[in-house]
């Protein structure tokens, strides 16, 4: 697992000068399936706990661990999948989708 250089406030801080409108911690129970479906906000996250698995469209399933990174525009449908840990990520959402360069983690 990659340590986590970043704090939540840090993050929140680059999320809202990047023009995201709310930043949130998101935890999800152990074993959660979360069947496809779209969002009406753009979503950029930073896994910081767990693993998880995001499946953009009719894609192949992404796993995704502490450290790494997603984006969705707004209404792309997706399906979400947790492992038996669970996982927690940080998301900055905005209304629109503007895709600006954000930096890494």
């Known amino acids: 697992m990659d340590q986590i250089t970043i704090t939540l406030e840090q993050f929140r801080a680059v999320m809202l000068a990047a023009g995201y409108d709310e930043v949130m911690e998101r935890k999800w129970s152990a074993n959660t399936v979360v069947s496809q479906h779209p969002h009406p906000f ?13 499946t953009i469209e ?48």
């Open 58 to 105: 009719d894609g192949a399933p992404r796993r995704l661990v502490a450290g790494d990174t997603f984006h969705l525009d707004a209404g792309v449908p997706h399906a979400e999948r947790y492992s038996e840990s669970g996982a927690v990520y940080w998301v900055g959402r905005r209304a629109r989708s503007l895709r600006n360069s954000v930096g890494h983690w």
């Open 42 to 54: 753009e979503a950029n996250a930073l896994v910081v706990d767990g693993e998880m698995w995001l």
